[in-house]
């Protein structure tokens, strides 16, 4: 296969795995009939497994991005291609979707029903934005000091921790969040809520970038 076809296809499988293990776990919780606080560290608990799983397990192949404000920040800094970066982007929203897909069909339900949660509020719109600039930013600073073993575990448990001191639950993630609206497991967001998720997640970034660059500056400096 092609070098960049197995790039587009890890992150397709990367981004696919996250979004069934989050929805399949939404859905795991309402079957069993956990409370909300145990349902959302079982969440979180589970979300973060996954990370850092497929982080490790593809980082190899593509990097393993599985967000398109990450690969955004990478295009920015020259990392990735344009043309990369957007098959990247394509793959992760595809792979998203298909997550959910199967997480609802794993789970008896319809392959494709429509998000119902509502989460946009400026409260979640604050807790997005900071979740994501953390995410972004961890991963611009490991790949900075050259520590790529870090991600994976670093990632897992930012996401984890995101999960409970955020008042969005930590999505970060554009593709993810567009997925999530494919279904109606307590871990969906209807599609209402979406472009405002996206908003918070691509300012988010930008904030990352920008302190990425400041940190960066100061420790050439300080050599």
């Known amino acids: 296969?092609?070098?960049?076809?197995?790039?587009?296809?890890?992150?397709?499988l990367g981004t696919a795995a996250i979004v069934a293990a989050v929805v399949g776990a939404g859905h795991m919780v309402t079957s069993l009939g956990a409370d909300q606080t145990v349902g959302l560290a079982v969440i979180?608990?589970?979300?973060?497994?996954?990370?850092?799983?497929?982080?490790?397990?593809l980082m190899?192949?593509?990097?393993?991005?599985?967000?398109?404000?990450?690969?955004?920040?990478?295009?920015?800094?020259?990392e990735i291609s344009a043309g990369v970066g957007f098959f990247y982007i394509v793959s992760q929203f595809l792979g998203a979707v298909s997550g959910a897909v199967l997480a609802n069909l794993m789970f008896d339900q319809q392959a494709v029903v429509s998000g119902v949660v509502q989460r946009m509020s400026p409260n979640t719109f604050i807790g997005e934005i900071v979740a994501?600039?953390?995410?972004?930013?961890?991963?611009l600073l490991l790949v900075d000091h050259n520590k790529l073993g870090l991600i994976g575990v670093s990632?897992?448990?930012?996401?984890?921790?995101?999960?409970?001191?955020?008042?969005?639950?930590?999505?970060?993630?554009?593709?993810?969040?567009?997925?999530?609206?494919?279904?109606?497991?307590?871990?969906?967001?209807?599609?209402?809520?979406?472009?405002g998720f996206m908003v918070a997640q691509l300012i988010g970034a930008g904030l990352a970038l920008g302190l990425s660059l400041a940190l960066k500056q100061k420790k050439e400096q300080n050599v």
């Open 155 to 195: 990632v897992a448990c930012w996401i984890a921790a995101g999960h409970i001191f955020t008042s969005s639950t930590s999505f970060a993630n554009p593709a993810v969040t567009f997925g999530r609206s494919f279904t109606d497991a307590v871990t969906g967001i209807e599609l209402g809520s979406v472009a």
């Open 60 to 78: 190899p192949i593509s990097g393993a991005q599985f967000n398109p404000i990450v690969t955004l920040a990478f295009g920015i800094r020259k």
């Open 132 to 139: 994501s600039a953390g995410l972004v930013l961890i991963v």
């Open 44 to 57: 979180a608990v589970t979300v973060a497994a996954v990370l850092f799983v497929v982080i490790n397990l």
């Open 1 to 12: 296969m092609d070098d960049n076809l197995r790039k587009y296809l890890a992150e397709f």
